[in-house]
C-alpha cells in the first residue's frame, strides 16, 4: 500500500522559501494523484498543490504564483517524490503540511477526501 514520508518543514522569515518533500513508497504510482494540503489548528484543512499522473497540475489561490509542486522518481529506490516549492513566504503560510494520495480520477483533486495522508511537516513563517 501508499505510504508517504513528509520532510523539509522548518521555521523561515517572511519573504524567505522552503522547500518540502513527500517521499512515496508502494505500488503503483502512475495511477494516483498526489495533493498537498496545510492545516492550522482549529481551521479545515486547505489543498494548496496536487498533481496527477499525467502531470496536471491544480494550484490553489492562495499559493498560486508563489509555490510550485513536481514529482520525480528514483527507479533504482522505487521511490517517488513529490515536492513543494515554496517562495514568497509569509506568517499566512504558518501550518502543518500534509502529503495525500488517492487512485485516479479525483474530481476535485484540491478537497481533503484523499485516502492516504502522511504524518505532516510544520511550517513556520516569522514576520
Known amino acids: 500500500e501508499i505510504q508517504l514520508a513528509e520532510s523539509g518543514g522548518g521555521s523561515v522569515q517572511a519573504g524567505g522559501s522552503l522547500r518540502l518533500s513527500c517521499a512515496v513508497t508502494?505500488?503503483?504510482?502512475?495511477?494516483?494523484?498526489f495533493g498537498w494540503f496545510r492545516q492550522v489548528s482549529g481551521n479545515e484543512r486547505e489543498g494548496i498543490a496536487a498533481?496527477?499522473?499525467?502531470?496536471?497540475?491544480?494550484?490553489?489561490?492562495s499559493v498560486e504564483g508563489r509555490f510550485t509542486i513536481s514529482r520525480s522518481e528514483n527507479n533504482a529506490k522505487k521511490i517517488l517524490f513529490i515536492d513543494l516549492q515554496m517562495n514568497s513566504l509569509g506568517p499566512e503560510d504558518t501550518a502543518m503540511y500534509y502529503c495525500?494520495?488517492?487512485?485516479?480520477?479525483?474530481?476535485?483533486?484540491?478537497?481533503?477526501?484523499?485516502?492516504?495522508w502522511g504524518q505532516g511537516t510544520q511550517v513556520t513563517v516569522s514576520s
Open positions: 508502494g505500488y503503483p504510482y502512475s495511477t494516483y494523484s
Open positions: 495525500a494520495a488517492d487512485v485516479e480520477p479525483l474530481r476535485r483533486p484540491l478537497e481533503p477526501t484523499y485516502y492516504y
Open positions: 498533481i496527477d499522473s499525467d502531470g496536471d497540475i491544480n494550484y490553489g489561490d
